[in-house]
């Protein structure tokens, strides 16, 4: 970057060189009419405006690697901050508007790093060394050319204060257009099946409308300021060649001096119509760059501890919820003190009305959200005294909504474990009763399953993130509602697979369907936050009119899926 500041600069030095040149041709050979050195000075010339043009070459071939590489690194920094984030910050941050920030505007930022930057440092100092050499040349018309140059400051700050207002809003536009475009593609089926294309596509073009009418508010504000770099530069040539005249007429100015001031006030023409660009995409690359710190700077809460303690060995698989709370950062609770005591090998299944914090549970156990008070132990270590790495080896985990990515099937069951071998994949799709259809797909383990795994049914896809779950042979398994889209057939199927592996493995599912409750050792169930009982499923049933209550609304449910599939 120095090597480019520095080629920078003195391409400019050959151009304000030529000027001065041009001064000795007029007041020497032309003016003498003796042409023996015309030859050496057109050749200095010559050879200026040939090192202006190596100069800028050698700029813009050197600067596009560390402007590149600034782009990467920052995309890259950014990625990986976005992976060590909580959950709940996306949660609570649009997908569109983190996407706009690591792309749209990191290449505004690599576009400052390769041209504005050095030109704001170098088209100023040419600036300043051209008012110099015209007050060397006449301070008269270093006055004129002041006239000019200080009004345009002013102006220059007015309007790139109000163009940066601006810009910024433009930058969040199109962040929430993007967000827009996003929701719409990943949710085509839905909005087909319900006919709600034309009501997105207005909202759509509301915005793009908003988007536009904001450019063009931005456009306004340059072509205004663009008027003004243009106009007063002409008026003080204007005012140079009257002042020159009258010296010229009065005998106290040549005409070569006259000739090189113009020719040096002409040659600062771009230098100065380009402060009000430059200053333009400092104030976008000033906001590109406040959006990208807003990500950057938010906290990451879940991280590895200073010292990390060792996995026990062997592991036995025993998790405890001791006292253990937890509440959202705007302070509203979901869980308060609760005691649960999964013994080694066991399978307790959690059971409770929406929203009384059943995910959130079994979210705590992964450490995908940290407990607010209280603890949660594998096998009497504090999960937040492991490292996130070695906790999340021996803790599977199966959401509600199974998650695909567009990659292999194998990329996708071993996404958890490196360098997973094919034996492993194969027995972990069997387990999950998913190995028959993988065998039906155009290239086996190896078909892409394309974006969110949309093209396979959510039973096929529920059964893939099981399968990823249980490849990497963990000594606990979280599994958030595990059979939620399968039919009553293949449920049947998973059910009895799931049966073999979760012998001798701990585990805490989440229960929404009567039969995933009857695969579980004991039942907790959760209400408003709190175990309000625990037990063998057959005891509550008999025992506690609250768990038949919730027991018959699970069967009215399933019969409702049942009628609509």
Request: proline share 4%; net charge negative.
């Amino acid at each position: 970057m120095t090597v480019v500041l520095a080629a920078t600069m003195l391409a400019m030095l050959c151009g304000l060189g030529i000027p001065l040149v041009t001064q000795r041709i007029v007041d020497g050979p032309i003016q003498s009419k003796e042409i023996s050195a015309l030859p050496w000075l057109i050749a200095g010339v010559t050879l200026l405006g040939i090192g202006e043009a190596v100069l800028f070459y050698l700029r813009r071939k050197v600067v596009a690697r560390p402007a590149a590489e600034v782009e990467a690194r920052m995309r890259f920094d950014l990625y990986q901050h976005l992976q060590r984030l909580p959950v709940s910050f996306h949660d609570r941050w649009q997908s569109g508007q983190l996407l706009s920030r690591a792309t749209n505007d990191l290449t505004t930022v690599r576009r400052f790093v390769a041209f504005a930057s050095y030109f704001l440092i170098v088209n100023t100092l040419v600036v300043v060394i051209g008012l110099g050499i015209i007050a060397a040349l006449s301070p008269w018309l270093l006055i004129v050319s002041l006239c000019g140059a200080l009004p345009l400051i002013v102006i220059s700050y007015f309007f790139e204060a109000k163009f940066k207002v601006v810009a910024r809003r433009a930058q969040d536009q199109a962040g929430d257009l993007t967000t827009t475009v996003e929701e719409s593609v990943l949710g085509i089926r839905v909005l087909k099946a319900f006919g709600r294309g034309p009501e997105l596509s207005k909202r759509f073009l509301a915005q793009a409308r908003e988007l536009r009418t904001t450019e063009l508010n931005k456009i306004s504000i340059l072509a205004a300021l663009w008027a003004v770099l243009i106009v007063l530069p002409e008026l003080a040539i204007a005012g140079m060649l009257g002042v020159g005249g009258i010296g010229i007429v009065n005998g106290s100015m040549t005409i070569g001096t006259l000739v090189a001031a113009v020719a040096v006030s002409a040659y600062l023409r771009w230098p100065i119509d380009s402060i009000g660009w430059l200053l333009a995409e400092t104030n976008q690359t000033a906001s590109a760059l406040e959006r990208y710190w807003e990500v950057i700077d938010a906290q990451v809460t879940i991280t590895d501890p200073v010292a990390p303690v060792a996995l026990p060995k062997p592991m036995r698989g025993h998790v405890r919820f001791e006292g253990v709370r937890f509440a959202f950062e705007d302070g509203r609770e979901v869980l308060s003190g609760i005691d649960l005591d999964l013994r080694p090998g066991e399978t307790v299944a959690l059971v409770g009305a929406t929203g009384s914090g059943k995910t959130t549970l079994t979210a705590l156990v992964p450490r995908l959200a940290d407990v607010t008070g209280g603890r949660v132990t594998i096998d009497g270590v504090d999960v937040r005294d492991l490292s996130l790495e070695d906790l999340r080896t021996v803790v599977g985990t199966a959401f509600e909504e199974p998650v695909l990515f567009s990659a292999s099937v194998t990329e996708n069951v071993g996404l958890g474990v490196p360098d997973v071998s094919e034996a492993a994949v194969r027995e972990a799709l069997r387990v999950a009763k998913a190995e028959e259809f993988v065998d039906a797909l155009p290239w086996g383990l190896a078909t892409r399953i394309g974006e969110q795994g949309l093209s396979l049914s959510g039973g096929q896809r529920q059964r893939l993130a099981l399968a990823r779950a249980v490849v990497g042979r963990p000594a606990v398994l979280v599994l958030d509602d595990p059979l939620s889209a399968l039919d009553v057939h293949t449920e049947a199927e998973v059910e009895a697979a799931l049966r073999r592996v979760l012998h001798g493995v701990t585990a805490l599912v989440v229960a929404h369907r009567p039969s995933t409750v009857q695969l579980a050792d004991r039942v907790a169930m959760l209400v408003d936050g709190k175990i309000a009982a625990i037990g063998l499923h057959r005891k509550l049933l008999e025992t506690n009119e609250e768990y038949r209550r919730l027991l018959s609304s699970m069967d009215a449910e399933v019969l409702e899926e049942e009628v609509a599939s």
